[in-house]
């Protein structure tokens, strides 16, 4: 299904999170190796924006290893029945109306449950920060978002392409092959939703800036404060950034409903035969 960006750096963090959740399930053979070794990754990527000390580093693996200890038992065994459940939707015919509200205000609570347990076991390691890490780290998160914004500016196009290539990739992965109709439906998507992405950077540089005069300057409740923009972003989106980001979101659901509402035996079965998969996947994740 389509996904719309991120507001912020926040991004960072929900990447984790979304990962966790469903963006590891490239492949049944693969899910639970990706999920084993998601702390390796995570550890590599943090390396891109910050060092961190011996003494971070211990803490940082210990919350990893502590967040992971409580996800595997006790959010797996959650997502397996969710994808068991809707599994069964499709398997009673609900596709032919499909109604994915429900289904994304689900996910959404899985993802605000793990973020809650990560910003919990985080945050106390990010209010060590020393002022040269958080130098290095303004300047990298600067970095990476004007590259983001070049490379656009450059090939626009490219990035249009990326996009229905990338929709169609997540379609098949739960479908199996795209009918022509569905990829037409896909491709006048990515054409009509628009994307802005110096609107998107400017929301992104004013939500770094605000984080880090937090790390900085450390006032009365600064981690709370901080977790405030971690867990909702949103609180310092312009108005026009807002109305752009429901609309994209309103558009992205429409288009999932149209092509599992177009999708033939054959593919609901894929549909179903995945979703099984993956539950079971999860299952035996969470009694490792």
């Not at 880090?212 to 972003?233: A, F, S, T, V």
Request: with cysteine; hydrophobic share 35%; net charge positive.
């Amino acid at each position: 299904m389509p996904q719309t960006p991120g507001s912020c750096t926040t991004q960072k963090w929900r990447l984790i999170i979304l990962l966790v959740v469903a963006s590891l399930l490239s492949s049944c053979s693969s899910i639970q190796f990706a999920y084993n070794n998601i702390d390796y990754w995570i550890r590599w990527k943090l390396r891109d924006y910050v060092d961190l000390n011996s003494q971070q580093e211990l803490e940082f693996q210990g919350a990893l290893n502590s967040f992971f200890h409580w996800h595997r038992q006790t959010q797996l065994p959650k997502y397996a029945d969710f994808l068991s459940q809707l599994a069964d939707k499709v398997d009673q015919g609900q596709l032919e109306n499909p109604q994915l509200a429900p289904v994304e205000n689900e996910v959404y609570h899985f993802i605000e449950s793990a973020s809650n347990n990560a910003f919990n076991l985080m945050l106390p390691i990010v209010a060590q920060l020393t002022p040269q890490q958080i130098d290095h780290l303004q300047h990298n998160l600067a970095k990476k978002q004007q590259k983001t914004l070049e490379k656009w500016q450059r090939s626009p196009w490219k990035i249009q392409r990326h996009r229905d290539r990338q929709i169609r990739r997540e379609s098949r992965r739960w479908l199996g092959s795209l009918t022509e109709q569905q990829k037409q439906l896909i491709a006048a998507w990515v054409k009509q939703v628009e994307y802005n992405p110096v609107l998107r950077n400017e929301q992104h540089m004013i939500w770094q800036q605000h984080a880090i005069e937090l790390l900085r300057q450390k006032p009365d409740g600064y981690q709370q404060q901080l977790r405030g923009l971690l867990e909702n972003p949103d609180q310092l989106w312009s108005d026009e950034y807002r109305k752009a980001q429901e609309q994209r979101k309103t558009q992205a659901r429409e288009l999932g409903e149209q092509i599992l509402s177009s999708t033939s035996p054959t593919q609901r079965r894929h549909l179903s035969k995945t979703l099984r998969d993956y539950a079971q996947d999860f299952r035996s994740l969470a009694s490792q």
